[in-house]
């Protein structure tokens, strides 16, 4: 399983900004599948965007189409969720996640490989 380690997250108003950054260990990290989670107290794991290892296609939950972009750099073996206009709603734990699938679509269990996650708070 590949190593990975969030960073980039914090305290933020309602329509502010937010880069989340997520490091991986593997050098064939541009194999995998990566994904973005997110988890509110009391509620289950939220897919939020994925990006295809082959092409850099991406997909998005309708909540944050729009306002959030995922993106990677395989050369730093790094993936990267750019969020703006925030919402009092995103707060939550952001997970970055891997999978060696090559269509693990949006469930969490398809994707074997996690962070630790970073918190994101966004204040009304």
């Known amino acids: 399983q590949v190593q990975l380690v969030e960073s980039g997250g914090g305290l933020v108003q309602a329509g502010g900004s937010l880069r989340l950054s997520c490091a991986a260990s593997e050098r064939t990290f541009s194999r995998y599948f990566m994904g973005w989670f997110r988890q509110a107290p009391g509620k289950e794991r939220e897919f939020v965007a994925t990006?295809?290892?082959?092409?850099?296609?991406?997909y998005y939950a309708d909540s944050v189409k729009g306002r959030f972009t995922i993106s990677r750099d395989n050369a730093k073996n790094t993936v990267y969720l750019q969020m703006n206009s925030l919402k009092p709603e995103d707060t939550a734990v952001y997970y970055c996640?891997?999978?060696?699938?090559?269509?693990?679509?949006?469930?969490?269990?398809?994707?074997?490989?996690w962070g630790q996650g970073t918190q994101v708070t966004v204040s009304s």
């Open positions: 990006i295809r290892w082959n092409d850099g296609s991406t």
């Open positions: 996640a891997a999978s060696p699938l090559k269509e693990p679509g949006t469930y969490y269990k398809n994707f074997g490989s």
